[in-house]
């Protein structure tokens, strides 16, 4: 197999503008990976999938990680300008004192595909999206299209991390229950107090049998509740 | 529509499953297969739209037994998790150990002694032969069989629990497998127990064979039914025997060469139709080929420690960084995906759950069939709950 440097020359002789980044891996897994940009990224992924040297047709696993704002406190060396009284003389002194600094680091979403051959027998190559910020801009490009094998997993990380796949031909929420507002794989995330709250997934079911019996009552005018049968 | 036509509209590339239009005669009829239907291996929903008895929609309903294992597991330090990932497919908790340990392995960089890595091979192709031996038995069950070939395989599959159960205190919540090695080690005794059962196995599996594999019922149920090509088997991950069962070579103890494997001699059987019957096959044929790795590895087991003295027990901590691990468990594919912020705890957990990606294609199969026949091909995929909704 090319090693992933190689893969991204590749990539990027293919798909102009692509945008893609290497991250190093420092574990003894050496696993490095590509970070693609969220604009070409079904270009590359259909470039990765169809290249006959690369051949990646088997997308093995979809993860989510959450990467929540950071607030990082620094030291800075800041010069003021301090007027001071030095002997009886009012001068103007620079004065060097550490201060303590806070800036927050944005977070973002990260999708993390893992790709193998199963023509070519080599893998893995990791690929990497991050979207621009946990809150309003959460949107992704779904890899579904190309690797049907992102469907249930893409729907998993949009039900428990809240990216939306773009060109999902399906999202919805696929473990928690469609009535579900948060996403609990957050970092953030805090368990309700109701947990004896159970939703019955039966609702729209439900409606519809009910909907069907009253009018099968009214038109055949035999059936009653509660006779168990007819 | 035939079931052949609905077939080849799918061959061009399309890797979405059509839409089958009802013929127009009487109204859909939409069923609730599950949740606790008997069939479903557990609590998992199919929300079922029937024209007549022909299959027109089927969408599958997750989450019932959902507990977010993987944010479990990020509150806990690495191997906590571990008596966890027994209840992931708690049919095969010791390769569940095993994929766990792997991928920590990798992620630290940790070597395997060598009599570890022989008693891994074997508690792995045990589990094997006992997840394929249940799988028919349920298999067949729910073709009709009430019972009869799932004792026959219980009965085996309880040699192998007593197996289990002598080595490791518990018949299926294992916990056995520790990141450099294995937890207690296997007595002479034990070995001997272990070959007595495995030289049985042989006679075990023909018996089975004989009763199922020419059965007028079985072929007539499960020949060109719930067929899935090898290209959508490939493009949607399948994996494990249903990936082979449809005829593609791709085995990841042979790929991969994780553990020890490059040691053993054994073939990797495969379909041609990649119907209910060669997954069937498939999984005959694969304990077959567990029997012979079982067979080479007790013969070469050697003496050593089971534990790498420099694997730290204690405050393990991980540098930071990431690491994918995957085995070849008996349902396909296990994986898991962690990363580390140099923290006692995972800062990523993920589990790659083969049950789950394996039924992306349940309804490309299902569609176009009987209603009586879905519970077969799902059957023939061989799922654990515990492991579909984690």
């Not at chain 1, 051959?117 to 490009?141: A, E, F, I, W």
């Not at chain 2, 997750?62 to 571990?82: D, T």
Request: aromatic share 8%.
């Amino acid at each position: 197999m090319k090693t992933v440097e190689e893969i991204k020359t590749a990539i990027e002789a293919a798909v102009p503008g692509a945008g893609v980044e290497f991250v190093s891996n420092p574990s003894p897994s050496a696993q490095h990976s590509l970070r693609i940009g969220p604009d070409s990224a079904v270009a590359v992924a259909t470039f990765l999938r169809d290249d006959p040297e690369l051949a990646f047709d088997f997308l093995s696993n979809v993860s989510g990680v959450d990467w929540p704002d950071k607030e990082i406190a620094e030291n800075v060396k800041v010069t003021h300008q301090v007027a001071k009284t030095i002997d009886g003389v009012e001068q103007t002194v620079e004065e060097t004192v550490d201060e303590m600094r806070k800036r927050v680091d944005p977070g973002y979403l990260e999708a993390v595909y893992h790709l193998y051959s199963v023509q070519k027998k080599h893998g893995p190559l990791v690929l990497r999206m991050r979207t621009v910020n946990r809150s309003d801009q959460v949107g992704l490009p779904s890899l579904t299209p190309v690797w049907r094998s992102a469907e249930f997993q893409e729907r998993e990380v949009f039900d428990l991390y809240g990216i939306v796949f773009t060109g999902h031909p399906d999202l919805r929420r696929l473990l928690m229950w469609d009535g579900f507002k948060d996403h609990p794989m957050r970092k953030d995330y805090v368990d309700p107090d109701d947990f004896e709250y159970e939703p019955t997934p039966h609702d729209e079911v439900l409606r519809r049998a009910l909907e069907r019996t009253s009018r099968e009552q009214v038109s055949e005018g035999t059936r009653e509740q509660g006779t168990s049968g007819a | 529509m035939s079931v052949t036509e609905t077939r080849t509209e799918r061959v061009e590339g399309w890797n979405r499953p059509p839409v089958i239009e009802p013929d127009g005669e009487g109204e859909l009829l939409e069923v609730a297969m599950g949740p606790h239907h008997p069939s479903t291996h557990g609590v998992f929903r199919m929300d079922v739209a029937l024209d007549g008895e022909r299959v027109v929609r089927l969408k599958p309903v997750f989450g019932y037994l959902h507990r977010n294992h993987e944010k479990i597991a990020e509150g806990a330090s690495y191997l906590a998790s571990m008596p966890y990932t027994d209840r992931l497919d708690y049919f095969c908790s010791l390769t569940n150990n095993w994929a766990y340990a792997l991928a920590v392995e990798k992620l630290v960089g940790q070597e395997v002694p060598e009599r570890a890595e022989y008693i891994r091979v074997i508690l792995a192709e045990l589990t094997r032969v006992q997840n394929h031996a249940s799988s028919i038995g349920f298999l067949i069950q729910e073709m009709g069989a009430s019972g009869t070939p799932l004792m026959y395989a219980f009965k085996e599959r309880e040699k192998i629990l007593d197996l289990f159960e002598s080595l490791t205190g518990s018949r299926m919540m294992c916990n056995y497998m520790r990141f450099g090695g294995c937890r207690v080690d296997v007595s002479s005794a034990w070995l001997d127990a272990t070959r007595k059962v495995v030289a049985g196995l042989p006679a075990f599996v023909d018996e089975f064979e004989a009763l199922l594999s020419s059965n007028e019922i079985l072929m007539a149920r499960c020949q060109g039914v719930g067929i899935l090509r090898s290209e959508l088997a490939v493009n949607a991950g399948v994996s494990g025997p249903m990936l082979r069962a449809s005829g593609v070579n791709y085995d990841i103890r042979e790929v991969d060469h994780y553990g020890i494997y490059d040691r053993f001699q054994f073939r990797i059987p495969l379909g041609d139709h990649g119907d209910i019957y060669d997954r069937y096959m498939v999984r005959i044929l694969e304990m077959r080929e567990s029997i012979k790795i079982l067979e080479q590895a007790l013969k070469d087991i050697p003496a050593g420690p089971i534990m790498d003295p420099k694997a730290k027990l204690r405050g393990f901590r991980p540098k930071p960084g990431e690491a994918y691990g995957r085995i070849e468990a008996p349902k396909g594919e296990l994986g898991f995906y962690l990363i580390s912020d140099g923290g006692p705890n995972p800062y990523r957990y993920r589990v790659r759950p083969p049950s789950l990606i394996n039924l992306t294609i349940l309804e490309d199969m299902c569609l176009g069939q009987n209603v009586a026949d879905v519970v077969l091909i799902f059957g023939s995929v061989d799922i654990v709950l515990g492991e579909v909704d984690r």
